[in-house]
């Protein structure tokens, strides 16, 4: 039990005593990990430990996500004496010749390079761009353990507000470091406290919005996995702020390792005393129970999510009244980011002037953003506001996969844009994104190549929008379902010149009439294809091609002279519509072909050309 | 007096299937409710997702159960059901096909999986094949871009999925 300051610290140094295993094995043990099948790897590393006898001596971390996604199922090795290395795709067969070498780390096998969460120790320049603060402790602690997190700096943000600030403190220096809300809309974090703190004492409500329903973005999740503490430590801090006495998670029913994660944090927290009644001492008391998402985007919108925790259909609400006002039965609520939160407990630690060296002026600290798509490594970065898109994309991501030519990039979800690559020299912040058509957003940045067609691009995001739109409003609703259907008339070639004028009007009709957010920035993917690639439309419309050769109705697949008729393409095709003899040249009938390309991808002689 | 396709022989699962609906009962009985019918209500989407992990989905019978014991009425249960995607009145496959279509899927060729799913399974989007083993569906994003494109069965996650590896992701499932 941990009542006061001093009884934490006691249990700090307790702890720091017992000391660390002469060598540490972490294995990432988060949602990408598992899928990745690093549970195996773990299960043969535990057999081969036990066998050799080795278990006293080496301490197994199952760790949350280290953000190298790509290199799952990784393995790493920290070693007192040798240092330390990370072993990427492993196979349960590798896991012998990994353990032989625990002292010399030299096995010949795939290793990682470390640039992507050791800014304090690599020489590397391409680690510099990253610098962990939401981060820190993912994939390094393990999160179903209290002592790892009380050993790195855990509970002592809590400690320290609870004791030696006043409410009045914390919201201060929350203010002043700038901090604003990483969920997508920038809203200074420490002004969004003081409204609520202003409102007459009573019930008030402090919730963690998990939602994260941007379609490609895991920022919220590897936190969550791999770091439940510092979002409770940082839920308390702001109950303490504001006056409340209650918190809940609200968290989508697809991150069930999470959910897990964040029971097991909650149960240790209560167990310890550092969530429940007169905390440290204090006389404050909190708690936080979990309410479970059911697969609704919209929902991840603070007033639909409140209607959400309500039991009701999450819709949306006009504001105001803003939730810091009357937000969830009423009461006065401060809804935020996960991301958000997990900076709380470094703040308070290290102060705001701290937090303001980092980033830029208008936009302090850093930003985690989930690089997917087309890029070679695929993972979590984060990185100091102000970090060129070029240095993300083609730093830390290692560039275009399979050496082909990028074309765009993609922030801000279904209410971003996609931007090309004169852009890539713009430093992101809030501001810098808005000003070139796109948006923060929560942080999802998909990379695209020269194979993706931006109108087919736009049509995706409008799927999106239109499956998930509330359909409360009419702009949203029907103006969302038009504006598809003229992307899918231009994507089957039945378009015609004037439909890029209608784009557009609608697109504007639509931003200024809906209600909420989601309606608000849907025609964002839209009107910023529009801006950045106008060509590839014009192609669709005037021209009847699709320069990607994505559009299926655009494209056709023939066979040229250089077949040999090797008859692999006729054995491969999914619906058998190629016909020809052996040594003969093939034939498609394109009546039966489905488009699918297999055929294309499959020919070794060049003989199937896509018009 | 045929409200419904079931042509006569209606399923209820709160009568077929006494087990689970104790322990439902046993769930909701745990909570903290009274006769505050809006206090109620929130606590009606927990209770929703037990019922639909205990009997798989949500038809009238269970919608009724729940509703009764949270004091609500059967229209608001059933607005809530409709609105949210994860939860189904209808049955729904012994092995659950959900194709992740989330961007970073999308941009690596998750459509063309969809398709071959469909094609192979004779089935659409939201469907269930007749001997009820297979049911397709969506999903946006688990969480596992980089191993995109990503297909969940049930609770296992396949990455890095081509056409190709679609016919051996349905004979896996036995
Ligand atoms: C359609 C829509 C979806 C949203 N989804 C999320 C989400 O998944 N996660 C999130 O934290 N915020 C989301 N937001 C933003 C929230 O409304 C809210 O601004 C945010 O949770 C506030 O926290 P912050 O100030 O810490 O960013 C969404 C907003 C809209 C309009
Ligand atoms: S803009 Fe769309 S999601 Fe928002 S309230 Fe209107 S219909 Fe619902
Ligand atoms: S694979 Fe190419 S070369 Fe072989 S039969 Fe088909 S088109 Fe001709
Ligand atoms: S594109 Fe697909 S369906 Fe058409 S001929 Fe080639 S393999 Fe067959
Ligand atoms: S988009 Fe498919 S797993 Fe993230």
């Known amino acids: 039990m941990i009542d006061s300051v001093e009884t934490l610290k006691q249990r700090v140094e307790a702890l720091k005593k017992e000391g660390t295993a002469a060598t540490r094995i972490l294995i990432s043990m988060g949602t990408c990990g598992i899928a990745a099948g690093a549970v195996p790897v773990l299960e043969e590393l535990k057999r081969v430990l036990a066998e050799r006898q080795l278990e006293d001596k080496v301490e197994i971390i199952e760790a949350g996500c280290i953000g190298q996604c790509y290199a799952e199922p990784s393995v790493e090795i920290c070693n007192a004496g040798s240092g330390s290395v990370i072993y990427g795709g492993v196979k349960v067969h590798d896991v012998g010749l990994i353990v032989s070498h625990i002292e010399d780390l030299a096995p010949d096998m795939n290793t990682v390079e470390k640039t992507w ?13 990253q610098a962990r603060i939401v981060l820190r402790n993912s994939g390094r602690i393990d999160p179903e353990k209290l002592e790892d997190y009380l050993k790195n700096e855990g509970y002592q943000a809590l400690a320290k507000a609870l004791t030696e600030m006043t409410s009045e403190d914390v919201i201060k220096e929350i203010t002043e470091s700038g901090l604003r809300g990483r969920g997508g809309g920038g809203f200074p974090t420490g002004m969004k406290w003081n409204f609520a703190a202003q409102q007459p004492a009573g019930r008030k409500y402090m919730i963690c919005n998990a939602d994260e329903g941007d379609p490609g973005a895991f920022m919220d999740r590897a936190v969550l996995e791999g770091d439940p503490h510092a979002v409770l430590e940082a839920m308390a801090i702001g109950g303490y702020a504001i006056g409340a006495d209650t918190g809940i998670i609200y968290i989508r029913a697809e991150y069930p390792l999470a959910v897990k994660r964040l029971k097991i944090a909650i149960k240790q927290a209560e167990e310890n005393g550092l969530l429940g009644d007169n905390i440290f001492g204090s006389g404050f008391n909190f708690k936080i129970q979990l309410k479970y998402g059911a697969g609704a985007f919209v929902c991840g919108e603070e007033t639909a999510l409140i209607h959400s ?61 989930a690089l997917a798509g087309k890029v070679e490594n695929v993972g979590l970065v984060e990185v100091p506001m102000g970090t060129k898109l070029r240095d993300i994309i083609f730093g830390l991501g290692g560039g275009i996969r399979d050496g082909k030519e990028f074309k765009a990039v993609q922030t801000g979800g279904p209410s971003g844009g996609c931007l090309k690559y004169d852009r890539l020299d713009t430093g992101i912040d809030y501001e810098s994104l808005a000003a070139i058509g796109s948006m923060m957003g929560s942080g999802g940045m998909i990379v695209m190549d020269e194979d993706d067609c931006m109108v087919n691009v736009a049509k995706y995001f409008l799927d999106f929008t239109l499956d998930e739109s509330c359909g409360k409003c009419t702009p949203c609703r029907i103006g ?34 809906a209600l909420c957010g989601l309606g608000q920035t849907s025609p964002n993917p839209v009107l910023s294809t529009l801006a950045n690639f106008e060509d590839e439309y014009l192609a669709h419309i005037t021209d009847k091609h699709c320069p990607a050769g994505v559009c299926t109705k655009l494209i056709t697949f023939k066979i040229n002279d250089n077949c040999v008729g090797c008859t692999l393409c006729a054995r491969n095709c999914p619906v058998s519509c190629i016909s020809g003899e052996r040594k003969e040249k093939h034939h498609i009938d394109q009546d039966k072909c489905i488009k699918c390309g297999v055929c294309y991808q499959a020919c070794k002689f060049h003989a199937i050309d896509k018009l | ?104 899927c999308f941009v690596r060729g998750a459509e063309a999986i969809l398709d071959e799913f469909k094609r192979l399974l004779v089935i659409e989007m939201g469907e269930t094949t007749p001997d009820e083993k297979f049911s397709l569906g969506t999903l946006r994003c688990v969480g596992a871009c980089s191993l995109a494109p990503v297909v969940m069965v049930n609770e296992k996650v396949y990455g890095k999925v081509t056409t190709k590896i679609v016919a051996e992701i349905i004979s896996e499932c036995k």
């Open chain 1, 117 to 129: 969460y050791y800014p304090e120790t690599e020489k590397n320049t391409r680690n510099k761009i």
């Open chain 2, 1 to 104: 007096m045929s409200c419904c396709d079931c042509k006569g022989k209606k399923p209820n699962l709160i009568l077929d299937f006494p087990d689970k609906t104790e322990k439902l009962n046993a769930f909701i009985d745990a909570l903290d409710i009274g006769l505050d019918r809006d206090r109620n209500r929130g606590f009606l989407i927990e209770c929703l997702h037990e019922a639909q992990n205990l009997f798989g989905y949500l038809p009238r019978s269970v919608q009724q159960f729940v509703a009764d014991k949270l004091r609500l009425h059967l229209s608001e249960v059933y607005g809530v059901i409709s609105f949210y995607s994860y939860f189904t009145d209808k049955p729904v496959g012994k092995y659950k096909i959900s194709v992740c279509t989330g961007t970073a």
């Open chain 1, 309 to 369: 925790i309500e039991g009701k259909r999450g819709e949306p609400t006009f504001k105001p009244p803003f939730p810091a006002v009357s937000g969830l039965w009423g009461k006065p609520t401060v809804v935020n980011n996960v991301e958000t939160y997990a900076n709380i407990p470094a703040i308070i630690r290290s102060g705001a002037k701290w937090f303001r060296t980092i980033g830029t002026e208008k936009s302090p600290g850093t930003k985690v953003f």
């Open chain 1, 480 to 513: 969302n379902t038009r504006l598809h259907e003229m992307l899918e008339r231009i994507c089957e070639g039945k378009a015609t010149m004037d439909i890029i004028t209608k784009l557009k009007n609608l697109s504007y009709a639509i931003k200024d009439t």
